[in-house]
T-cell receptor
Framework: GENVEQHPSTLSVQEGDSAVIKCTYS??????FPWYKQELGKGPQLIIDIRSNVGEKKDQRIAVTLNKTAKHFSLHITETQPEDSAVYFC???????????FGRGTSLIVHP | GAGVSQSPRYKVAKRGQDVALRCDPI?????LFWYQQALGQGPEFLTY????????KSGLPSDRFFAERPEGSVSTLKIQRTQQEDSAVYLCASSLPGQGTYEQYFGPGTRLTVT
């Protein structure tokens, strides 16, 4: 099955700085890569996703890049704000499966 | 519109007790997923329904875990003879595949503590 590794486990930045979270996956058949944000006491919420036929996708301050050859993808958050503080999860989904495999999460702390 | 709801939000059970966790998906969502999230970990897949059919239960950790979705909407995850290692947050998610999206909408979860 798919294996997803996520780094770092904790990331602390100053407000206004950029934050980058990196994930690697094992199965080259994976074709869908969502990123979720989970705030305390809440369920994960999709913030951005990318498919294997695209190398980069951007939505305001958030961008995701995908390198299929190296089997890694990254989340980039620019101009971080305290409300960006949360746990972020990457995930990868194989082919026709509906079931994604999640990374272990990155706790992002943005200091005002 | 209303999102995915789960009840109860918190459940404390003594070891050996049975528990039932409920998930109300978004109306019209065909697919429903259950995940187990241990402290400091990502969600781990438990089981998947498409309408009332349980298409994948490969993630259920033991035969003490059972899930159903008899009418293709509300789902219940039942854990029999709870053990301390069952303590976790149980997340439910629903989605509407077939429209070119795989987005899953998660509920807030049920935090189960087994004492």
């Amino acid at each position: 099955g798919e294996n997803v590794e996520q780094h770092p486990s904790t990331l602390s930045v100053q407000e206004g700085d950029s934050a980058v979270i990196k994930c690697t996956y094992s199965d080259s058949a994976s074709n869908y890569f969502p990123w979720y944000k989970q705030e305390l006491g809440k369920g994960p919420q999709l913030i951005i996703d990318i498919r294997s036929n695209v190398g980069e996708k951007k939505d305001q301050r958030i961008a995701v890049t995908l390198n299929k050859t190296a089997k890694h993808f990254s989340l980039h958050i620019t101009e971080t704000q305290p409300e960006d503080s949360a746990v972020y999860f990457c995930a990868a989904k194989i082919g026709r499966s509906y079931i994604p495999t999640f990374g272990r999460g990155t706790s992002l702390i943005v200091h005002p | 519109g209303a999102g995915v709801s789960q009840s109860p939000r918190y459940k404390v059970a003594k070891r050996g007790q049975d528990v039932a966790l409920r998930c109300d998906p978004i109306s019209g969502h065909v697919s429903l997923f259950w995940y187990q999230q241990a402290l400091g970990q990502g969600p781990e897949f438990l089981t998947y329904f498409q309408n009332e059919a349980q298409l994948d239960k490969s993630g259920l950790p033991s035969d003490r875990f059972f899930a159903e979705r008899p009418e293709g909407s509300v789902s219940t995850l039942k854990i029999q003879r709870t053990q301390q290692e069952d303590s976790a947050v149980y997340l439910c998610a629903s989605s509407l595949p077939g429209q070119g999206t795989y987005e899953q909408y998660f509920g807030p979860g049920t935090r189960l503590t087994v004492t």
